[in-house]
């Protein structure tokens, strides 16, 4: 597995204006060498000021209608939804962005249930992707119990290998339980693969995934194709 490389920032500003720079630089590298890019985004909190970063300072910084914009979890719930990770972009990164609609692929939250859902965003993903996914760039956070897009501990999707993405429940604690996800196999497909860490509440889980070898977290089974990347603030205490 390809080694992570961590960088600290003084805080999560510092570190969303960093991630800035390098989701345009990694994106920009793609369309130059292939002459599209793909993006799959993080929900959750930490990455907002990221994708408001990217919306208010980068928006010539390449041709965003260029770059398909995947999903790397979503929350079963209406796409207007507060819990809804597609609306957290779409208020924070797309609405800023001009970004091409037909290249922006919610997960299919609104027909069936969460098993209809997870098939027909794969079927979504074959499409674009033919038998194995090569996604550019992929932004993931992680959870205090270590979890990351929707898989959690001693969830039964850690061992799907074969599926792009699959259902699943979130622990009852969580805001929305049932939840659709991107696979390891799908996440660790990403070329880059850049985690997003903030704040003292992330530090059992950083410490899980790089100090403790009895632990192995979810976001510690990611790997990556080229660049394991985390950017993480002080609060998190890697430094
Ligand atoms: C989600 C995310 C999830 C998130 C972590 C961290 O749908 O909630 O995919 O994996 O990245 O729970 O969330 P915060 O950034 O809000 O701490």
């Not at 609405?95 to 969460?114: K, M, Y």
Request: proline content about 8%; aromatic content about 8%.
């Amino acid at each position: 597995m390809i080694a992570p490389e961590v960088f600290t920032f003084p805080d999560i500003q510092a570190l969303a204006r960093a991630a800035a720079e390098e989701v345009v630089q990694t994106l920009r590298a793609a369309l130059e060498a292939r002459g599209e890019a793909s993006l799959v985004l993080a929900g959750g909190s930490t990455p907002q000021p990221l994708y408001r970063q990217l919306a208010q300072c980068h928006a010539n910084a390449l041709e965003w209608k260029r770059v398909s914009v995947f999903f790397g979890d979503e929350r079963f719930v209406p796409p207007d939804d507060e819990q809804s990770n597609f609306r957290l972009a779409a208020e924070t990164l797309l609405a800023g962005l001009a970004f091409d609609a037909e290249r922006v692929h919610p997960v299919p939250t609104t027909a069936g249930g969460p098993e209809a859902a997870a098939q027909a965003y794969e079927e979504r993903l074959r499409a674009c992707f033919g038998e194995e996914p090569a996604f550019d760039l992929v932004l993931l956070g992680i959870g205090e119990d270590g979890h990351t897009a929707s898989l959690f501990p001693d969830s039964p999707a850690l061992e799907e290998r074969a599926r792009w993405v699959v259902a699943t429940e979130a622990p009852p604690s969580a805001p929305v339980r049932e939840r659709i996800t991107l696979t390891l196999p799908a996440l660790s497909a990403g070329r880059t693969v850049l985690f997003l860490a903030s704040g003292e509440g992330k530090r059992a889980a950083l410490d899980a995934v790089f100090r403790d070898p009895e632990q192995t977290p979810p976001a510690q089974m990611v790997g990556a194709r080229e660049r394991l990347l985390w950017f993480v603030d002080e609060a998190v205490g890697m430094g």
